[in-house]
């Protein structure tokens, strides 16, 4: 998914906070000094740059009030809080951020002297101040009071320095606030009560709060349970707009039916001057106060929190989820590593591991949350995390699976323990059958069998949140048609095109399921999944600015009977406007029918029969990647780049796939193309620069040089290492073509390779040289397609 309006932002501060950078340490060598969480913090990237652990519920940052869909930016806006639930790299409204705390010094003893309300409290930060690890953000205020921020899995631990504070003395009370909102001001209702004896050590603010998912559905309850400490309590209690009082000590506040927004919260007031710092823990929960208290208890024991060993325990966390991987990199720049290993991070911030926080159903199976959107997802971020996590994507698989067997549906987008909007086909399909095809282990198959084929064959009435629409005219006339009559489930009628083209790609995932579990179903979906035939519009011409492109067919839309509907095929592009579930609903979704043109992951070698043969396809590839209608901020274009591979011309995509990493994939704080969503960006990043790049749901990585000279990765279930080599590699990548390969030492021909590569730790050396070679063109070379049209190609074969 992605959020044009964001994608706009100008990069006008390009160079402000480059100091932000992350230290290189010179003692140890630290592979988390690779990483930089800065990266998309800015131009639309909407990246979650604070502190998690891998797949961690809790995730702790400043919020600011200019970009922030993520939580914090680096866009020069203001910081209005503090807080611990967040998501990364999405499109939508601005996502969690629930219950900011805020800490200031008030300048005077009247508490009202305070800046409670959003707006007036919102500060600047020290342009130098940022510093951002895994497992840790620091920021340093304006005004001189220095926020830290480290977690454990269900709680947050903040650290407020105010020794520093500029516009403070000694006589000033330091002060830290809650305010019971979130990032999009969502709340419909919430209740606090503070607890805490005036001269005590400590106190206490705990208590819940209703807020609307950023891109889905219904409503969602945030508990917390808030713990201060560092300092002799002063007074404490409840504010409401600008003005508070230490009486009463809750406070309870809806929607009026004006749906005014009121703002409101706690207190807690500190004598000063402080000995030191002032420790606040936030618990967190989705299933009640006592929970979130407890969570915080468990987890970060006290009185005395150990803010210091919990930054170390997620560092180790951390470490262990990247030591799968080892790079040589043979002298290329630094940025390029940066760039890599900071994706890798990025690529398990979500989903978010949720487990034992589901309120709506009782299970002993793993639950995840923030698959915000499997659209987004499945393409690159899934299949990435079944080569170096596979455990984990197990444990993920089974959460979809359990939440078919608790909701009856297969999530296509969920956030916040919501249903989130449907952006196409039911993409959970091709996550599972991509499990499969890679063997991943304690699923049940039979139940995924089941999942998908409810997908395929039964309506939801909202199949806006799940399932797919217009199931009757797919099983009857063998597409989904423009304005499709459709009385037996609501959704947004738009899409017929993009839907057409996933539906037919979901049915081949459950084909290949069927085939492989002895279904006789097989055929029946195979044959579905050659639907997306029948948009074809083999006449179809396509001009920009009044000029011909010169390029005949694409796919259009049809009205339920049968006759041509028309939509510009460049509508939807970068040249036209952009095309969003609700701002501009039409019949190809985010993308347009140029760029759809190439999705059809099964039958590449259809397409090249039906575009007209090798060289039509591979000059179509190239107008489009050349003309701005390719939008390589958005995943349907992934597939395209290596699609020369089914034409026989591997070293087209290794040269493709260079024109965008790193002039569009790079380690700047603006250094993505578009939203992140969640790490599918950062996937993107890591597949070109490993060199194997999938098409999910089959058993296929497209091979291309690695971006560095060796690249390992060590299978987590079996030790074993595989290992991808380049010989006459160059650091300025004039050698960027395969002229032979060789898997564990013999001639390997093909230019692909199956996920055995990964789980049987193979070698595979790549000779290179600086121009294109035969290696990998042969028809018996290419990736398969369902048709057998590409072993007819036009073009004639070189040698
Ligand atoms: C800090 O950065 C912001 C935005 O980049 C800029 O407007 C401001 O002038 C900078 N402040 C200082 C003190 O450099
Ligand atoms: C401390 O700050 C208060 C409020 O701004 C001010 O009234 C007072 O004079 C200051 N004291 C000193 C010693 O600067
Ligand atoms: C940001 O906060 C500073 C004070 O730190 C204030 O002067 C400025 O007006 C604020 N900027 C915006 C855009 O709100
Ligand atoms: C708080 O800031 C002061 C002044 O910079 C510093 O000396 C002190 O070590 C800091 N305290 C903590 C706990 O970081
Ligand atoms: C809070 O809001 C939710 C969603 O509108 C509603 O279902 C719930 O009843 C409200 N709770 C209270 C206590 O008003
Ligand atoms: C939120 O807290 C209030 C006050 O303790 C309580 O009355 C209410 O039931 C809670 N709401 C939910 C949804 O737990
Ligand atoms: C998910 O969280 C649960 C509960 O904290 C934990 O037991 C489990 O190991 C976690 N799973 C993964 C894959 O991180
Ligand atoms: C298409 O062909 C026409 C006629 O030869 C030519 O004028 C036009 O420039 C071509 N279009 C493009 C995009 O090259
Ligand atoms: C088919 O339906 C469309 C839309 O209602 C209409 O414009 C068109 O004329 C119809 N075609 C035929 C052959 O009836
Ligand atoms: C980095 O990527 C961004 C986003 O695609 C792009 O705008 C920028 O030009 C790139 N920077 C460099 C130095 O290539
Ligand atoms: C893989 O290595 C780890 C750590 O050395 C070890 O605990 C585990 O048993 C090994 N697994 C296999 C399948 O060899
Ligand atoms: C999956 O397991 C089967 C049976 O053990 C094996 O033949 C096949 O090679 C494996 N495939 C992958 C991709 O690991």
Not at 111 to 135: E, L, M, Q, V, W
Not at 276 to 305: H, V, Y
Not at 332 to 361: C, K, L
Request: hydrophobic share 35%.
């Amino acid at each position: 998914m992605l959020f044009l309006v964001q994608l706009c932002v100008l990069t006008q501060y390009a160079t402000g906070i480059s100091a932000a950078l992350t230290k290189r340490q010179t003692t140890e060598p630290n592979i988390l000094d690779w990483i930089d969480p800065l990266i998309g913090s800015r131009s639309g990237g909407n990246v979650f740059v604070g502190a998690t652990l891998p797949y961690g519920m809790v995730k702790a940052v400043a919020d600011v009030d200019g970009e922030n869909t993520g939580g914090f930016s680096t866009d020069g806006s203001n910081i209005t809080g503090f807080s611990a639930l967040h998501d990364s790299g999405t499109g939508g409204n601005p996502s969690l951020g629930n219950f900011p705390i805020f800490p200031q010094l008030c300048p005077s003893d009247d508490i009202n002297t305070c800046k409670f309300p959003i707006a007036a409290r919102a500060t600047h930060y020290k342009n130098d101040s940022i510093t951002a690890r895994p497992g840790h953000f620091g920021v340093t205020l304006e005004n001189g009071i220095k926020a830290e921020m480290t977690i454990s899995e269900r709680a947050a631990l903040f650290r407020f320095n105010f020794s520093d504070a500029s516009n403070g003395n000694g006589s000033m009370n330091p002060v830290i606030m809650l305010d019971l909102t979130d990032l999009w001001a969502s709340r419909q209702n919430a209740s606090i009560s503070v607890e805490a004896e005036d001269g005590g050590a400590t106190g206490q603010m705990k208590g819940n709060g209703t807020f609307l998912p950023s891109f889905g559905a219904g409503s969602y309850v945030a508990y917390f349970c808030l713990d201060i400490s560092g300092g002799k309590v002063k007074d404490s209690g409840v504010w409401v707009n600008n003005r508070a009082g230490t009486e009463p000590k809750e406070i309870y506040v809806t929607r009026g039916f004006n749906l005014f927004y009121l703002q409101a919260g706690g207190y807690l007031r500190f004598q000063g001057p402080l000995a030191g710092p002032i420790l606040a823990r936030m618990g967190i929960s989705f299933i009640s106060t006592d929970q979130a208290c407890q969570n915080a208890a468990t987890e970060i024991p006290g009185p005395n929190f150990d803010f210091d060993g919990l930054v170390s325990v997620a560092q180790e966390a951390w470490r262990k989820k990247l030591a799968p991987i080892s790079l040589e990199a043979g002298g290329v720049d630094d940025s390029m590593q940066t760039s890599f290993w900071s994706a890798v991070y990025r690529t398990m911030i979500s989903p978010q591991n949720y487990t034992g926080e589901n309120p709506h159903w009782q299970s002993s199976e793993p639950y995840f949350d923030s698959w915000y959107c499997i659209w987004d997802m499945w393409r690159v971020q899934l299949p990435f995390l079944t080569i170096i996590d596979p455990t984990t994507m197990s444990n993920m698989v089974r959460s979809l699976l359990d939440t078919y067997k608790h909701r009856g549906w297969l999530p296509d987008c969920m956030m916040s323990t919501c249903k989130g909007w449907t952006q196409g086909g039911s993409d959970a399909d091709n996550v599972l059958v991509d499990a499969y095809v890679k063997n991943l282990t304690g699923i049940d198959w039979e139940l995924a069998y089941e999942a998908i084929a409810n997908d395929a064959e039964n309506e939801p009435l909202e199949w806006s949140i799940e399932g797919r629409g217009g199931l009757r005219s797919w099983k009857t006339l063998n597409y989904i048609p423009y304005l499709d009559f459709d009385p037996i489930g609501f959704g947004t009628n738009s899409r017929s095109i993009s839907r057409t083209l996933e539906y037919s790609y979901n049915d081949f995932s459950l084909a290949t399921l069927a085939k492989e579990l002895g279904k006789d179903t097989y055929t029946k979906y195979l044959s579905r999944s050659a639907n997306w035939q029948n948009l074809f519009k083999v006449d179809q011409r396509s001009s920009i600015n009044g000029v011909d492109t010169n390029f005949t067919g694409f796919f259009q839309p049809k009205y339920l009977n049968g006759t041509w509907g028309y939509q510009d095929p460049i509508a939807c592009s970068p040249l036209a406007d952009f095309c969003s579930l609700t701002s501009n609903p039409s019949e190809t979704f985010e993308s347009s029918a140029w760029e759809y043109m190439f999705f059809v992951p099964h039958d590449i070698g259809k397409v090249i029969e039906l575009l007209g043969g090798e060289e039509t396809f591979l000059k179509r590839l190239d107008f489009f990647h050349t003309s701005g209608l390719a939008d390589i901020g958005n995943e349907p274009v992934f597939l395209t780049v290596y699609m020369p591979h089914y034409a026989g011309r591997p070293a087209l995509s290794a040269e493709r796939a260079h024109s965008y990493i790193p002039s569009r994939f790079n380690n700047s704080e603006a250094g993505l193309p578009g939203n992140d969503d969640s790490g599918a960006m950062a996937s993107f990043t890591i597949f070109g620069m490993l060199g194997l790049f999938p098409n999910p749901g089959q058993n296929v990585y497209f091979i291309i040089p690695p971006f560095f000279k060796s690249v390992g990765i060590t299978n987590p279930l079996t030790n074993k290492t595989s290992t991808i080599r380049n010989i006459n590699f160059d650091k300025e990548y004039k050698n960027i073509y395969i002229q032979s390969a060789k898997l564990n030492g013999e001639e390997y021909t093909k230019n692909w390779i199956g996920h055995d590569f990964f789980t049987q730790g193979w070698t595979l050396e790549l000779v290179l040289g600086d121009k294109e070679s035969d290696w990998g063109t042969k028809l018996e070379n290419r990736p398969p397609s369902v048709s057998a049209g590409n072993s007819q190609g036009q073009m004639k074969e070189k040698h």
